[in-house]
């Protein structure tokens, strides 16, 4: 099993910057790419970015390109997601994600979440 802690969310304008931040504990010798996701309100959770374990290689959604970067430190078994020019629409608890294949392209089915963490833009 792979246990994630996401942290901080919170509240910021139309226009800042947050950087959320993902630690992994646990069988973290399986993990081969980590992802961000994003549930609105009233509707479904979304892919955001994602980044293998091994090499850091990127993938994001279009909604976020040129705004959101995701990263990783192995060290520290952690993972960000760096946050600017935030939008209202950006307005979601943003969850952690794991999985054991080594595809970056995979955007929904992750073996392990997190509990999520809200992020609030005002307008």
């Known amino acids: 099993q792979v246990q994630l802690v996401e942290a901080g969310g919170g509240v910021v304008q139309a226009g800042g910057s947050l950087r959320l931040s993902c630690a992994a504990s646990g069988r973290t010798f399986s993990i081969g790419i980590m992802g961000w996701f994003r549930q609105a309100p009233g509707k479904e959770r979304k892919f955001v970015a994602s980044i293998t374990w091994s090499d850091g290689i990127r993938n994001s959604a279009d909604s976020v390109k040129g705004r959101f970067t995701i990263s990783r430190d192995n060290a520290k078994n952690t993972v960000y997601l760096q946050m600017n020019s935030l939008k209202p629409e950006d307005t979601a608890v943003y969850y952690c994600?794991?999985?054991?294949?080594?595809?970056?392209?995979?955007?929904?089915?992750?073996?392990?979440w997190g509990q999520g963490t809200q992020v609030t833009v005002s307008s």
């Open positions: 994600a794991a999985d054991r294949s080594r595809f970056v392209g995979r955007t929904s089915g992750y073996d392990y």
